[in-house]
């Protein structure tokens, strides 16, 4: 029987969401990769039981997560029930509806018709009363907006969710989601956009969108899925995410990729750090940005994105050379 480390509270910082009433853990785990119906149980299990047990209260879930489409939320239900219903209280679970789910017109996008049937679906599969945060997954420019967020006020209000989140919505797109949500009486609590070192759009806009308007931000994929680490740098394992060529491909690690890697490496050896470490605390470093949504393939990659925490500072120097880096401007030889 899992019992839950009784310090796991002790070391996790959390970071409030907006100007709302929940915090979060500053470092989240995603079940987007690695938690299907065709991934090892007993490895999903055991991430989950250590992320908990280091105080990572959130797990982030979508209908379609496995695969096959369903089954990460089914893994999750299954261990759920096994080790985590005394601690539900404990957690924040959130789904999504948005990307393609069912066959037919209404298994997909912003419809109402789609978020709340898939809600109902991905409560059944986890064997929830609630999720903690139910999101729209993306815009749908052939919805109204009033009709998708109208969806998730009538999840919060019927009691399928606590809270109501958008993801990869751009910063106009927020603002007047914002809005929207304001108006009908359930606050958007958080903003789910893609940022890491690779991936700078939420600073042209929208994170500055979230502060003015009281939002948290959990930011996703901040190791750019793996390639911010030190993972492909001697080549491509056979049992990493590229190694699968669909979501990361191949093909984008090209020499120009690795000799930025190399370099943001060597900064990270500096720091003390991982690649992957800094990676984390390079996002993390923006007050803006309530939590770090990471993904995992093994228990030890969980412990190392926690021990970023131990340094979140930058010094202006580091973040130039970092920047410089990114730009291709400074190089590996120069990143001493
Ligand atoms: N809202 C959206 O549209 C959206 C889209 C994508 C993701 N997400 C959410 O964000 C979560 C995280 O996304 P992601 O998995 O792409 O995040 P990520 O943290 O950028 O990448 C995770 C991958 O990086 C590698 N990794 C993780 N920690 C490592 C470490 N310490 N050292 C070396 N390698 C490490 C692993 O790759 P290997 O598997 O190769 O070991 C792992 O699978 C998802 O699970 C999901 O919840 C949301």
Not at 88 to 103: H, N, Q, V, Y
Not at 134 to 140: G, V
Not at 249 to 255: A, F, M, R, S
Request: glycine content about 8%; some cysteine.
């Amino acid at each position: 029987m899992y019992v839950a480390d009784d310090k796991r509270y002790d070391a996790m910082q959390y970071r409030r969401s907006g100007r709302s009433g929940i915090k979060l853990p500053a470092i989240s785990l995603g079940l987007w990769h690695n938690f299907g119906g065709v991934d090892n149980f007993e490895n999903s299990r055991a991430m989950l039981h250590r992320a908990f047990d280091l105080g990572i209260t959130h797990f982030d879930l979508a209908n379609n997560y496995g695969p096959p489409y369903g089954s990460a939320e089914e893994t999750f239900g299954q261990i759920l029930k096994k080790d985590f219903l005394p601690y539900r209280d404990e957690l924040m679970i959130s789904t999504k509806a948005g990307w393609d789910m069912w066959p037919g017109p209404y298994g997909n996008l912003g419809s109402r018709k789609n978020l709340l049937a898939s809600l109902d679906q991905s409560l059944k599969r986890m064997g929830l009363a609630y999720v903690d945060i139910f999101y729209h997954h993306r815009p749908d420019p052939d919805t109204p907006m009033e009709e998708s967020l109208g969806a998730l006020d009538t999840a919060v209000r019927s009691g399928r969710a606590l809270y109501a989140g958008i993801s990869a919505y751009n910063a106009e797109q927020t603002s007047e989601a914002i809005k929207i949500l304001r108006a009908l009486g359930t606050p958007c609590l958080i903003h789910q956009p893609k940022y890491s070192m690779f991936v700078r759009d939420p600073e042209q806009g929208l994170l500055d969108v979230l502060e003015k308007e009281g939002v948290g931000s959990i930011v996703f994929s901040p190791l750019a899925q793996g390639l911010l680490s030190d993972r492909y740098l001697q080549g491509i394992p056979s049992d990493s995410r590229a190694a699968r060529d669909f979501f990361l491909k191949k093909k984008d690690i090209g020499e120009g990729k690795l000799a930025k890697i190399r370099a943001l490496n060597k900064i990270a050896g500096q720091r003390g750090q991982t690649l992957a470490e800094m990676a984390v605390a390079w996002v993390l470093r923006d007050p803006r940005v309530t939590s770090a949504l990471v993904g995992t393939s093994k228990v030890s990659q969980v412990d190392d994105n926690v021990a970023a925490l131990k340094n979140l500072k930058f010094s202006a120097e580091e973040l130039r050379k970092i920047d410089g880096i990114l730009a291709g401007t400074h190089s590996s030889q120069s990143a001493r």
